[in-house]
């Protein structure tokens, strides 16, 4: 047996790194499937989830600034949901200063 219980083991473990990815994808709520309560509920129970928001994109939502990093501020950012194509979220932002720079 030369080479083939490799290629067999290769190939299985090639299947299930692909199975883990497809799982991982499909593990994130996607906004576009919920209404914007349940999105709002949602981020609210977590304190911080990451959410899709579109085919290739996502935003990292979180209920306030306690989860924001040191120095981080939760800012309003809207969202597409199932029932409002602007739902508003929070997301961690950079704080600014009282004249709006940085």
């Known amino acids: 047996m030369t080479g083939g219980p490799r290629i067999t083991l290769a190939a299985l473990a090639g299947a299930f790194a692909a199975m883990v990815l ?3 994808a499909s593990a994130r709520p996607d906004t576009r499937q919920l209404s914007c309560a349940q999105a709002q509920d ?3 129970e977590r304190g911080a989830i990451t959410l899709s928001t579109g085919d290739f ?3 990292r939502f979180v209920s306030g600034t306690a989860q924001c990093r040191p120095l ?3 800012r309003p950012e809207y969202a597409p949901t199932r029932d409002n194509r602007n739902c508003r ?3 961690c932002r950079g704080r ?3 004249d709006g720079s940085r």
């Open 42 to 44: 949602l981020v609210n």
């Open 89 to 91: 979220l929070f997301t």
């Open 57 to 59: 994109t996502f935003a």
């Open 72 to 74: 981080g501020v939760a």
């Open 96 to 98: 600014s200063s009282s």
């Open 22 to 24: 497809v799982e991982a």
